[in-house]
């Protein structure tokens, strides 16, 4: 790459409470050599123990952040993550369009780990149908996977593999199918690539502090693809650095409910 230092830009929402969100995305890029731009698509008032409200810009003002980055700034790579509702995944489809960054991460955000709706249900079919195609690598879990697809949950990394596939065949050029949820010893990812699969394994830590690990990881990507010669490496390398951070997230004390991972734990 030309430039040593990439420019990564996160389009999502922000978490007043600092775990998740553009908070989590501008602390992983900064801790990963990037340097960090954001659009905020949402603000939520929310806390470790939950949300307890959204308010949404209007789409021209996304729109605006949009232009106002990219006219002035060279984006290497941009992660995308709460973006509220349909007509603001409109804007950042159409945005992203004219301006066809590098490398896109979408983080397909749709619930809470609190169990809040954090995409309304008519903006499901617009990111399926308007962003998924513009992504280099979409990093659902399980559940959003399904709902991407209309199908059940997968329950074991067969069907993981399968709905991967399925949901690369609707635009994406690759998908990072996230374990998590298959409630086994291990949290295995699997990356689905138009040249063939990669299982990533991984011990599952039993830690409570695990809110934002989502946000986390694709920003750790969009930081690290520019940096790396390959999509595979740089999101082996993330998922690396992200359990590094859930291991070391019991050296924080925020909050009473689920605590961020630490995000700077090489450092401090």
Request: net charge negative; hydrophobic share 45%.
């Amino acid at each position: 790459m030309t430039h040593p230092i990439p420019n990564v830009l996160t389009i999502a929402g922000s978490d007043s409470g600092g775990g998740a969100g553009i908070q989590a995305d501008l602390k992983t890029f900064s801790a990963l050599g990037a340097y960090g731009a954001s659009v905020i698509t949402a603000l939520t008032a929310q806390n470790t123990r939950g949300v307890t409200g959204v308010h949404a810009p209007e789409p021209a003002f996304v729109t605006a952040q949009l232009d106002a980055v990219f006219d002035d700034i060279r984006i290497d790579a941009v992660k995308i993550g709460m973006l509220a509702n349909a007509a603001i995944v409109h804007a950042v489809a159409a945005a992203l369009t004219r301006y066809r960054p590098p490398c896109i991460v979408l983080d397909t955000v749709m619930i809470s780990k609190s169990n809040h709706a954090l995409l309304a249900a008519d903006a499901v079919a617009a990111l399926r149908d308007e962003l998924l195609p513009l992504a280099d690598v979409v990093t659902p879990n399980l559940p959003e996977a399904a709902a991407l697809l209309s199908e059940a949950t997968a329950t074991n990394e067969a069907g993981m593999v399968r709905q991967g596939e399925a949901l690369r065949k609707l635009g994406a050029r690759a998908v990072l199918v996230k374990g998590g949820h298959l409630g086994t010893d291990e949290s295995p990812d699997w990356l689905v690539q138009e040249s063939g699969t990669l299982r990533l394994g991984g011990a599952r830590v039993p830690v409570r502090n695990t809110h934002g690990t989502g946000c986390t990881l694709s920003s750790a990507i969009a930081a690290l693809a520019p940096q790396r010669d390959s999509l595979a490496a740089a999101v082996a390398d993330a998922k690396q650095y992200l359990t590094g951070a859930i291991e070391a997230s019991s050296r924080l004390d925020v909050g009473h409910g689920v605590g961020p991972v630490h995000h700077f734990y090489r450092w401090w």
